[in-house]
């Protein structure tokens, strides 16, 4: 900025020239570009989305399995008590 405002000249971006070492980094070592890391990005986005849906749908079918289990509890005792009745009176 300090050197633009001396010469009174603006430097132009040398965006292909970075966009082909870009490839070329990536093809040389794995490097990522903008791009891919936008797809990954979105591709993440949507793991999480789906995520949450299971984790959500898990919590409701463990509280169906904690209802059905109070349920079954409460159908012991009942036969519990049933049976000691009966007992009694075959005594």
Not at 8 to 33: E, H, N, P, T, Y
Not at 68 to 80: G, I
Request: net charge negative; proline share 1%.
């Amino acid at each position: 900025p300090l050197k633009e405002a001396i010469s009174g000249k603006q430097q132009r971006k040398k965006r292909g020239l970075i966009d082909a070492g870009g490839s070329a980094l990536k093809l040389l070592f794995g490097v990522a570009m903008d791009r891919e890391l936008e797809e990954l990005s979105k591709h993440l986005d949507s793991l999480s989305k789906e995520t949450s849906g299971i984790v959500s749908t898990l919590a409701e079918q463990a509280t169906l399995v904690n209802e059905s289990l109070w349920e079954l509890h409460e159908h012991t005792v009942v036969l519990s008590q049933f049976e000691r009745a009966h007992q009694t009176l075959e005594k």
